[in-house]
């Protein structure tokens, strides 16, 4: 929406209203788009510590398995709870927009991770959450792209994520191909492939290596789906094939 982006180091909370917030005792639910493993352990960590400093109790917390029907089911039970702070990460931007709206319209804020949904304005959520994804992509990219030039090899090929509603994945995907494209003029981009879940990220990889022989090196868009391409490649007796991913596990 052109607002300006800030780092959290802008967000200070004085004694006084600290002191403040712990005596309302407000309440708090999360609905995740998915548990994963170490990105959501440790945004929860990060979240808990914050709300234990403030006597802020967290009364839920939910995860979609990056089904969006699923998720608005679960904003539906939340709602019930009547939390006073809602955070979220949607998994899908237009079919999650109907239930997030009706968060609006209660008196619970809304707080967004990577996402906002279709059809909000920054006056109906507290701020979105995120980070430089575009930056995350480019370093996934040039990573690899170095990496194949330092070791003679000249065949990529893309594990893309395939949901054009999801935001953050989108632009990392997005910087990491152009990168590839840009920057690095002697590396094919063979194929890509496009996942929606990660349960189909094995069978998919098995097959896209298949038709693709010659590829030496793949961009994985996170750390789970590339964890199946490594077994799908180890299956398949290709571990000649380069693999640079991002996030934490």
Same mark, same amino acid.
């Given at each position: 929406? @052109? %607002?300006? #982006? %800030? *780092? #959290?180091?802008? &967000? +200070? &909370? *004085?004694?006084? !209203?600290? !002191?403040? +917030?712990? #005596?309302?005792?407000? *309440? /708090? /639910? +999360? =609905?995740?788009?998915? /548990? @994963?493993? =170490?990105?959501m352990q440790l945004h929860l960590k990060g979240i808990k510590e914050i709300f234990d400093n403030l006597n802020i109790s967290l009364i839920a917390s939910t995860d979609a398995h990056f089904n969006p029907e699923l998720q608005c089911k679960q904003l539906e039970s939340i709602q019930i709870l009547e939390p006073d702070i809602i955070i979220a990460i949607p998994t899908d931007n237009e079919r999650t927009a109907k239930a997030f709206k009706e968060i609006v319209k209660s008196p619970s804020k809304l707080v967004l991770i990577a996402n906002v949904p279709n059809g909000l304005t920054p006056e109906d959520y507290v701020t979105c959450v995120s980070t430089n994804e575009h930056s995350h992509g480019r370093n996934m990219g040039q990573g690899l792209g170095e990496y194949m030039l330092r070791h003679g090899l000249r065949n990529a090929g893309l594990v893309r994520h395939g949901a054009k509603n999801f935001y953050t994945t989108n632009q990392r995907d997005n910087a990491a191909e152009q990168v590839l494209i840009e920057e690095f003029p002697e590396i094919t981009i063979c194929g890509t492939l496009e996942f929606e879940s990660e349960s189909e990220v094995f069978q998919k990889t098995t097959e896209f290596i298949r038709r693709y022989p010659t590829i030496e090196a793949l961009y994985v868009s996170w750390d789970r789906p590339a964890m199946e391409v490594i077994s799908a490649l180890s299956e398949a007796n290709r571990t000649d094939i380069a693999v640079v991913t991002g996030d934490l596990d």
């Open positions: 929406f @052109g %607002e300006k #982006a %800030e *780092t #959290a180091d802008s &967000l +200070i &909370l *004085t004694d006084h !209203e600290m !002191e403040v +917030i712990r #005596a309302r005792n407000y *309440t /708090a /639910a +999360i =609905s995740f788009h998915y /548990a @994963g493993k =170490s990105w």
